[in-house]
């Protein structure tokens, strides 16, 4: 059996491959959401059912008390995976995903704003010290909307800000079962996406984009996640929040290699300073 700590970086390897594979799928951010979403919460049901026929309405009648923050929850995770994937697309895989990485320093920020936690100068300081490392790595494109570099950073930071929402909303659902967590927060996130697409009718995938979406929807968010956390069970948070920097880091890698994007200078002292507040974030806990 693998060791805890062992599980955690697979999984976080696992997940930093995940904008390679957006890449390489040809389709918008709006359609890679909404098919991951999905296919993760069918793959999801199919395989809690298999060990239970009675799950889905076990799981429903567990949180039908918070059907509506789950929603909420629902409606946050979609838009951060649709602005994360147009991020990739947009930009270089290494600006977006360290822009993206904000997201533990915008907890903070968040948790301050909507859960009332007091921010001490010390943490004052790394959330000036984040958004230093952003504004440093967002400057190197014009600033204009026609420009895809830097459109691809306005989409990073607003992903960054919905994944630290999805994390702030999560502590109002501390009592509710992981599993069902995760099952609602897809299911509702399909069913928020779908009417979009509808509406702008991009439902259309090739069938080796198809493909890339399976792998996507059964390993980066089903499989990965319950690597994940099951290694959460016998390594400690603080431990396992360090150890989630491979994800950030080995994108960075695996896009140099796969695509020949070297980060610029500007963009390894910005992505430093983000990824340096975060990890003194973490130690201050």
Request: proline fraction near 1%; glycine fraction near 6%.
């Amino acid at each position: 059996m693998l060791q805890g700590r062992v599980k955690i970086i697979l999984s976080m390897l696992i997940w930093g491959s995940v904008g390679i594979f957006a890449r390489y799928s040809g389709l918008d951010g709006l359609r890679l959401a909404f098919y991951r979403v999905l296919l993760g919460s069918l793959v999801l049901i199919f395989v809690h059912s298999l060990k239970d026929i009675m799950w889905a309405k076990k799981a429903f009648l567990a949180v039908r008390h918070k059907l509506l923050l789950l929603c909420f929850l629902g409606l946050v995770l979609a838009l951060n995976w649709v602005f994360f994937f147009s991020a990739v697309i947009y930009t270089d895989i290494a600006k977006a995903t360290l822009i993206y990485y904000l997201a533990p320093i915008l907890v903070v920020v968040l948790s301050s704003v909507f859960l009332r936690e007091r921010i001490t100068r010390k943490r004052l300081f790394l959330v000036f010290l984040a958004f230093l490392g952003a504004l440093i790595i967002g400057t190197q494109a014009e600033f204009s909307l026609g420009n895809r570099d830097f459109l691809g950073v306005v989409f990073a930071l607003l992903g960054a800000i919905f994944y630290a929402s999805v994390t702030v909303l999560g502590r109002y659902l501390k009592d509710v079962d992981s599993t069902y967590l995760t099952f609602f927060q897809l299911l509702f996130a399909t069913l928020i996406l779908f009417p979009v697409l509808v509406g702008v009718g991009t439902f259309h995938v090739t069938s080796s984009s198809l493909a890339i979406i399976l792998i996507i929807a059964i390993f980066h968010t089903v499989v990965a996640l319950f690597i994940y956390m099951d290694g959460l069970k016998e390594v400690e948070a603080n431990e396992a929040a360090i150890l989630s920097y491979l994800d950030p880091l080995s994108a960075i890698v695996y896009a140099a290699i796969l695509f020949g994007e070297i980060p610029t200078f500007k963009t390894v002292i910005g992505g430093s300073l983000i990824l340096v507040a975060s990890l003194l974030d973490i130690k201050m806990r």
